[in-house]
């Protein structure tokens, strides 16, 4: 399986503008700018999309995990901060919230450092990941 984004950029590195589109159309012709990106102009960008790419794969495969192991998932939350300094990606965290019926404090911990390290975007990610978890 393969999936694509595209971008678009016309002008300068501050003047310009660009779009960004995904495959799916979730993203159509999004607005990114200098000024959405490194201030706070209207618009997404890329170290945005970085984190809710690795939110969401962290959240599924921590779910897939906590699934096989027999556990009730009745919700996960996840906010992933990255950390963009001196024009690189320096860290991201993921902190996750669960409601998971029937496992303990220490059981979920394990399968969120689990999570933290196998999910696709961790292991694509050149750079410092880590966690915080609290189970509801």
Same mark, same amino acid.
């Given at each position: 399986?393969?999936?694509?984004?595209? =971008?678009?950029?016309?002008?300068?590195?501050? +003047?310009? #503008?660009?779009?960004?589109?995904? $495959?799916? *159309?979730?993203?159509?012709?999004?607005?990114?700018?200098?000024?959405?990106?490194?201030?706070?102009?209207?618009?997404?960008?890329?170290?945005?999309?970085?984190?809710?790419?690795?939110?969401?794969?962290?959240?599924?495969?921590?779910?897939?995990?906590?699934?096989? =192991?027999?556990?009730?998932?009745?919700?996960? +939350?996840? #906010?992933?901060?990255?950390?963009? $300094?001196? *024009?690189?990606?320096?860290?991201?965290?993921l902190t996750v919230k669960g409601k998971v019926n029937g496992i303990d404090e220490a059981k979920f911990q394990e399968f969120v450092k689990k999570a933290e390290?196998?999910?696709?975007?961790?292991?694509?990610?050149?750079?410092?990941?880590?966690?915080?978890?609290?189970?509801?």
């Amino acid at each position: 399986m393969k999936r694509y984004a595209t =971008a678009a950029w016309q002008g300068t590195v501050k +003047e310009g #503008k660009g779009n960004i589109t995904t $495959q799916s *159309k979730v993203l159509d012709s999004t607005q990114y700018s200098f000024g959405s990106r490194f201030e706070e102009g209207i618009g997404t960008n890329p170290e945005e999309l970085i984190a809710a790419a690795h939110a969401g794969c962290f959240t599924m495969q921590l779910s897939a995990y906590l699934s096989e =192991a027999g556990f009730d998932v009745e919700s996960l +939350e996840t #906010k992933c901060d990255v950390d963009f $300094q001196d *024009k690189s990606v320096v860290g991201s965290h993921l902190t996750v919230k669960g409601k998971v019926n029937g496992i303990d404090e220490a059981k979920f911990q394990e399968f969120v450092k689990k999570a933290e390290t196998t999910c696709p975007i961790s292991r694509l990610l050149d750079t410092k990941i880590s966690s915080s978890a609290t189970l509801l």
